[in-house]
Every structure is written in C-alpha cells, then in structure tokens.
C-alpha cells in the first residue's frame, strides 16, 4: 500500500516565526489532505489539495503530485497554532475513501 | 456547515457492556467513515459506508458492529470489547461525486473517548 512520511516529526518555534511541514508519499494520489488536531482531539481540515497551490489566511500548502510531496507553511505562527499536523492521501483509483495518515509533525508555539 | 456531530464525548464500560456510539451529519454527504486513533498515533482507518452500504470493513473484528441506518447518521455498536480497544474514535463525512463515486473531502467529528476497564 502506499506510505506516507511527514517531516519533522516535532517542531518548536517562538510566537511568530514562519515554518515548513513536509509531507512526502510513495505513489501517485488522488486524494489529499492536511489536517490539524487540537489538543482536544479534534482534526479540523486545513486543505484539500492533491495538487497545485492553495492558502487560506496564514497558512498554505504546495503539492506537487509528479515528485509525490506536499509542503504545508505556516506564518507568523501563534500559540493556537500548537497541536499535531497530519497529510493524509488516498491512492489507487480515489474510489474507496480509504485515507492513510502520515505519523503527524507535533508542533509546540512557544509565547 | 461543515459540521459533524458525535456522541457521547467520553464513554468507560466494562468488558461484558453492549454500548453504541453515535454519529450525525446534515451536509448532504453520502460517505460516512469510522477510524480508530490511540493515543500518539495516527487514525486509522476502520469501516467505510457509500450511499448507506458498507464498502471497506478494514478487518476489523467482530466485536465493532457499524450500522448506517439512513444517510445522515452512522452508528457503531460495540460488545464485549477489550482494553486495547480504548482509543478516540473518530468519525467522518464526505460528498460522492460522479459515477464512479470518488469520495471528495472528508470532514471529521471531535471523537468519542472510550474506555475499556
């Protein structure tokens, strides 16, 4: 099946620097997302994006499917900003629904 | 609204307790997902349900019983379950676009925390 790898798998950043997440993928996708899960367990979507170039306020995400990675960039990060980041794809046909997790990068925003 | 709905929030039961979880969506969404997250983990990925039918049952035993009564709620029943099954458990919806029922963005719930004593 396919493999998803994130990068790093733990981040700490000062209120305010900028940061790149990086999610890379064995096979071509059909699917992807980014996620961020709160400390409460909660995954809220950030992106849909199985290819090209999106934002969305601070954040953004490149995926470039033909070299099977996608990059999540975060701005001026702020405290909120804290919890753990998945990229999740779903290959083969995009039929199933069957989405793989990367193992997360854990991101602490320090005041 | 892209909201999905689970309850309850937290759930302990013994061994021998038959319990339900329950989960709700009003988006129009034709595929309903459970997934399976412990703790430090990454979800994973446990049944998969297209226009009310079970599509993907990821091997899971028998213990867990999806049921997807009409298209706005999916229930997992559970009955004499272990404590390496307490986990969060996560469920989710999406659209269904075109023949071919590619499944578009998926849209989870804040979970259910269960407890297995």
């Known amino acids: 099946g396919i493999q998803v790898e994130q990068s790093p798998p733990d981040l700490i950043l000062q209120e305010g620097a900028n940061s790149t997440l990086r999610c890379n993928f064995s096979?071509?996708?059909?699917?992807l997302q980014w996620f961020h899960q709160n400390p409460w367990g909660q995954l809220i979507n950030l992106f849909y994006i199985p290819s090209g170039t999106k934002q969305n306020g601070r954040l953004s995400a490149t995926t470039v499917a033909t070299e099977r990675y996608s990059l999540l960039y975060i701005s001026s990060s702020q405290t909120t900003d804290s919890g753990v980041y998945f990229c999740a794809v779903e290959g083969g046909s995009g039929n199933t629904g069957k989405l793989i997790f990367g193992q997360g990068t854990t991101l602490q925003v320090k005041p | 609204d892209t909201e999905v709905t689970q309850t309850p929030k937290h759930l302990v039961m013994g061994m021998t307790n038959k319990k339900s979880l329950k989960c709700e969506q009003h988006?129009?969404?034709?595929?309903m997902y459970w997934y399976k997250q412990k703790a430090k983990k990454p979800p994973e990925l446990m049944f998969v349900?297209?226009?009310?039918?079970?599509?993907i049952n990821e091997s899971v035993p028998s213990r867990f019983s999806p049921e997807c009564p009409n298209s706005s709620l999916l229930n997992l029943h559970l009955h004499a379950l272990q404590p390496e099954d307490s986990a969060l458990y996560l469920c989710?919806?999406?659209?269904?676009?075109?023949?071919?029922?590619?499944?578009?963005?998926?849209?989870f719930g804040p979970g259910t925390r269960l407890l297995v004593l």
């Open positions: 096979d071509s996708v059909n699917n």
């Open positions: 988006m129009g969404h034709r595929a």
């Open positions: 349900y297209s226009y009310e039918k079970l599509s």
């Open positions: 989710a919806s999406s659209q269904v676009r075109g023949l071919a029922g590619a499944k578009e963005t998926q849209y």
